[in-house]
């Protein structure tokens, strides 16, 4: 495993006001005057390059950092060390120098760790408890000085399945207050890398954290993170003993059904026979598409004819009131063929109704082959208004005729019918995209267009496992491409080990793989995998209301998750955002009465709008997510949302929005940011922030760190208790309640 750490100045200096700890290593100084006018050392780039031979992963840690106070500084440079990582050929660089890094056991670092929190009042660093240190002194540092330090290990990466497990530790960092647009957020300058030279038998590296990006040159692999990414990383890398790299991990608190996720992981790069395509492109061209819309459609169909190979086949149907092809039926995608099909593009104008029935019929009306995968790209911006105008019937006119192909659906501004377009991507076992009014059609296409370019597998099916496997996400297994991974979430029921078989066909020919695994009744690694399984259910159950209908076994779920995992949704907001909401369950049937009395049922036909649209971008956003970063950045976008049309509906003025951290749902009660969960009848522990009671109990349980940095004042709820951080409380605990304490939060 491999973390990394920022550097932060610790002073006189910086002691009267909170401050974020940064990330890597720690410069804490203990000879700096005050001076209030200055500032204190700041971190300018941290730079982090992973190389990987086999199991063996060398890492090098460049950081530079300068004293912009007026005074002299001098202090200790402190290295948290991973979680049972073992280091070699270890050695640290400050400027030209080579100096001695003294090695500290997790006890002799807890108590500078906690130190440093007590000085700074600020809680980040906790995370860092139960890891040992590195300490080694650091030469005085002049003012305006900048000092270079260089920390250099290797270690053994663990196995995970199939694959070799890569994680590491960002932590916070400060903002600058600038928005993504204007270049990075953050104070400091990083870069994160990984090369893996040799990558012939290497699949593609996935991320359940983060999102990555992948390149190849020559014969090597690299592996980049997001110069503005936070937290834990973990990244799966693949090892290939067939067509496909294979992982499965689990998560099992107890007590309970346990977690696991499925990682299936082709070469970056195409290999062995390809799967040819039939690509439809089937594009809305009627008077509400005119202008811009229209431009970005054009755009986004001619990056399409680009991804089309050699073997590839394309159709073309544009609709307006009448329906018009590029040419009857599929033509092959010659240079010739895709020259005259760009013209034929470039040539089409809006105008007229939009005739649904009349596209759906024609891209429906070519037989298939078992060979080939036919896709069909479907793009609209409004309601049908030609032909068959209601939803239920479009959309089973299409399932009845779609074959095996499948349907990506692409709805454009708020004015969409987003029964129909969720119905025939479920039927068709795509997916459907929504793209606001202002944001770029062709930035949606040309990401999905990216992912189908180079079919690898299609009809992918888990046949077997030692245990049963439920509530799987994605419900069907999509198609498997070149350079793309396929991840599942879902949950296990009982306990065994052994193989778990996959199925499915290369260019009609059948195809078997296998990945080992432990489906353990207890096991608290990999937390991150219920975050993830939660978000996909709640968006796939969110769905299944709009396109089935409410049913309180449907509602109640939703609630239940929804608070468990801190995910508002449109059908139970109100139990949170409502001011004198306490937190208590509310019974399904009243939460069904309300939601039924605010519309919030809306038959098909009526299932449009800005606040339909918005609900059902989210839930595909929810369903589709990756990583816990894309995760995060879903929940946190539908809680500002929904919180925002709370207070519209109830005319109130904008109130701060919810806080989502690790998987819980904060909200501001009277300047107390509470735990969704807490119920007022619940029994509370307070306690004094940084007193002696207050580190006891961090470290009795420490699942209660990351909720500290909510606020100043805060209320984390347990099983059988809950606990509150503040100004006022207990500032010393007896061993015996501090660990009945702990015992009673996790219901022991």
Do not use: C
Request: glycine share 10%.
């Amino acid at each position: 495993m491999m973390r990394r750490f920022g550097f932060l100045l610790i002073g006189l200096a910086v002691l009267a006001g909170n401050r974020h700890l940064d990330a890597q290593g720690i410069i804490d100084v203990e000879i700096m005057p005050v001076d209030r006018t200055g500032n204190p050392v700041v971190r300018l780039s941290s730079v982090v390059h992973t190389t990987i031979n086999g199991r063996i992963a060398t890492i090098e840690i460049e950081e530079r950092f300068r004293n912009d106070g007026g005074i002299m500084a001098e202090g200790s440079y402190l290295y948290p060390m991973p979680r049972g990582a073992v280091f070699t050929d270890f050695s640290l660089w400050i400027g030209e120098d080579e100096v001695k890094g003294e090695m500290m056991t997790a006890d002799e670092a807890r108590t500078i760790y906690e130190n440093i929190v007590r000085k700074l009042k600020d809680p980040a660093l906790l995370t860092f408890e139960g890891h040992g240190l590195i300490r080694a002194r650091v030469f005085p540092i002049q003012p305006g000085e900048t000092r270079k330090v260089v920390l250099r290990y290797t270690q053994v990466l663990p196995r995970a399945g199939d694959a070799l497990r890569l994680s590491y530790s960002i932590g916070p960092r400060e903002r600058n207050g600038r928005s993504r647009g204007s270049g990075s957020g953050f104070v400091d300058a990083f870069s994160y890398w990984v090369t893996i030279p040799d990558a012939g038998n290497i699949g593609t590296p996935y991320s359940p954290t983060h999102p990555i990006e992948t390149s190849t040159r020559g014969d090597a692999l690299e592996i980049t993170l997001d110069p503005d990414a936070t937290g834990n990383v973990e990244v799966f890398i693949p090892l290939r003993t067939g067509l496909v790299g294979t992982s499965l991990i689990t998560y099992a608190p107890g007590g309970q059904d346990g977690f696991f996720m499925l990682l299936l992981a082709p070469p970056v790069r195409e290999e062995g026979t390809m799967v040819p395509r039939d690509l439809s492109l089937v594009v809305d061209v009627s008077g509400s598409m005119s202008g811009e819309k229209l431009h970005q459609a054009q755009a986004a169909l001619d990056q399409a004819l680009g991804t089309l190979g050699e073997h590839d086949r394309f159709r073309i149907i544009a609709f307006s009131s009448t329906v018009r092809h590029f040419r009857e039926g599929y033509t092959p995608a010659t240079r010739e063929n895709l020259l005259e099909a760009r013209r034929f593009v470039q040539n089409l104008r809006a105008n007229g109704g939009t005739n649904i029935e009349g596209a759906l019929n024609a891209v429906t009306d070519v037989p298939e082959t078992d060979e080939r995968l036919s896709l069909i790209v479907f793009l609209t911006d409004g309601l049908p208004s030609v032909g068959e105008q209601q939803p239920e019937q479009l959309a089973a006119l299409a399932a009845a005729r779609r074959g095996n192909a499948r349907i990506f659906t692409f709805g454009i501004g708020h004015d969409v019918n987003t029964y129909l377009l969720d119905r025939l991507a479920v039927e068709g076992r795509g997916s459907a995209d929504y793209v606001a009014p202002g944001a770029s059609v062709e930035h949606a296409v040309s990401n999905l267009l990216g992912k189908i370019e180079h079919p690898a597998l299609m009809n992918l099916r888990i046949v077997s496992s030692p245990v049963d496997l439920i509530q799987t996400y994605p419900i069907d297994m999509p198609d498997l491409f070149f350079g793309e991974e396929l991840v599942v979430f879902g949950r296990y029921s009982g306990r065994g080990s052994g193989q778990v078989v996959i199925e499915g066909e290369s260019a009609g020919v059948p195809v078997r793989f296998t990945a080992t695994a432990d489906f353990p009744a207890t096991a608290h690694d990999n937390e991150f995998i219920p975050q993830l399984w939660a978000a996909r259910r709640i968006g796939q159950l969110t769905r299944t209301v709009r396109l089935e209908g409410p049913s309180e076994q449907l509602i109640e779920e939703i609630r239940d998750l929804g608070l468990a995992y801190g995910i508002l949704t449109e059908y139970t907001s109100y139990l949170v955002l409502e001011p004198g909401m306490s937190g208590d369950p509310v019974p399904v049937d009243e939460i069904m009465q309300r939601n039924e009395a605010a519309g919030a049922f809306a038959p098909a036909a009526l299932q449009t709008g800005r606040a339909r649209f918005d609900d059902a971008k989210a839930s595909a956003d929810m369903a589709a997510v990756g990583s816990v970063a894309e995760a995060e950045e879903a929940v946190r976008n539908r809680t500002i949302a929904l919180a925002k049309r709370a207070d519209k509906d109830a005319g109130r003025r904008q109130s701060l929005a919810p806080k989502v951290e690790s998987g819980r749902l904060f909200v501001d009660r009277d300047g107390v940011w509470t735990d969704a969960t807490h119920r007022h009848t619940a029994e509370v522990l307070e306690v004094v922030a940084f007193s002696d009671a207050y580190f006891a109990l961090v470290r009795a349980i420490p699942e209660l760190t990351p909720y500290l940095t909510v606020g100043d004042e805060v209320v984390v709820a347990g099983k059988d208790i809950s606990i509150r951080i503040g100004a006022d409380g207990e500032t010393t605990l007896s061993p015996g309640t501090v660990s009945d304490t702990a015992l009673r939060f996790r219901g022991l």
